[in-house]
């Protein structure tokens, strides 16, 4: 009976004939160099390739992290670029929020996180006074020439007090609370932002500096504000820049409510009425009761120039 042959027999007897005809070959003469050149390239080409799959090996996991660590870089610096740039929008953005639209000076909003540093700090050696300053008879420049060019008054006002302010001054923008009648109530409603003519200034010092800086204000106003306003904006004389202003000391651990209460009893009492820009100081401290010196020179000079502030 016929018996079929297996698949391994059939494998097994190729390789031994093909191992007999190699040895065969091996051995005649004339076959010699051939099959031993032939030998030669199989083993150069298998040593290449093994050395190539050896290298391949050990070059495969370095170039895969390397990979991995490329795109992890990648992603980690695109990452850091977001975040940098939407720091830059927030910190515009908390800027924008602590500065006043027209005049771009600091706003109220600033004004309350300083001062709830500088009531932590201040003491007898480190004394700090704020100033509440209010522009006379602004309201009349809003209803003659416009809301548009009162803007421009305050702009120029708080840009130049703003510009010469000492290391120890701190000049803030008070926002604009003033109640339109009908007619006025378009332009509040057109209006992205009302101008207002109230400022806070907070100085580190002692009275005599504060008051100081006001006399040096109202130098500047009588020889240089006034005179640009009324030619370069107005175009008319009709109206004079002049403040009211009240000076009054911080206390620590002062409220924002405390300081605004003092600051605006003061500024009842310098509106009284009297001369065109009256000034209160909280010590009412006379210039006769002062021995020589330059904070006498000060107060002689407020006087004269703001009127008597004892009442």
Known sequence: MFKPISLLRVITSV?????????????????TPLFNEMVTHILTMNS????????????SPFIFFNSKLYFARAKAQNLEMQISTMSAVLEKS????????????????????????????????SPFQ?????????GEINKKYGYATGDKIIEYF??????????????????FDEQPDGSDLWQRAYRKHTGGDEFLFMIGGSEAD?????????????????????SEILKSTDWSLSFSAAVIPVYPNDTKDDVFQRAHEGMRIARQPGS??????????????????????IYEDAMQMFGTSLK
């Open 210 to 230: 504060a008051v100081g800086f006001l006399v040096r204000l109202q130098r500047r106003i009588m020889t240089e504000l006034t005179h640009h306003i009324q």
């Open 15 to 31: 390789v031994a004939f093909l191992a007999a005809l190699a040895t065969l070959l091996a051995l005649w003469e004339p076959f």
């Open 48 to 59: 290449m390739l093994f050395a190539g799959v050896i290298f391949l090996a050990l070059v």
């Open 276 to 297: 065109p820009c009256r000034v209160f100081w909280a010590s009412k401290t006379n210039p006769i009761d002062l021995d020589e010196g330059w904070q006498k020179k």
């Open 94 to 125: 908390e800027r924008l929020r602590m500065t006043d639209v027209v005049t771009g000076i600091p706003n109220q909003e600033q004004f309350f996180i300083d001062l709830k540093k500088i009531v932590g700090a201040v003491s007898y050696d």
């Open 158 to 175: 708080a840009q130049s007090v703003h510009e010469t302010m000492r290391r120890n001054e701190s000049v803030y923008k008070m926002p």
């Open 130 to 138: 704020l100033i509440f300053i209010d522009l006379i008879a602004f």
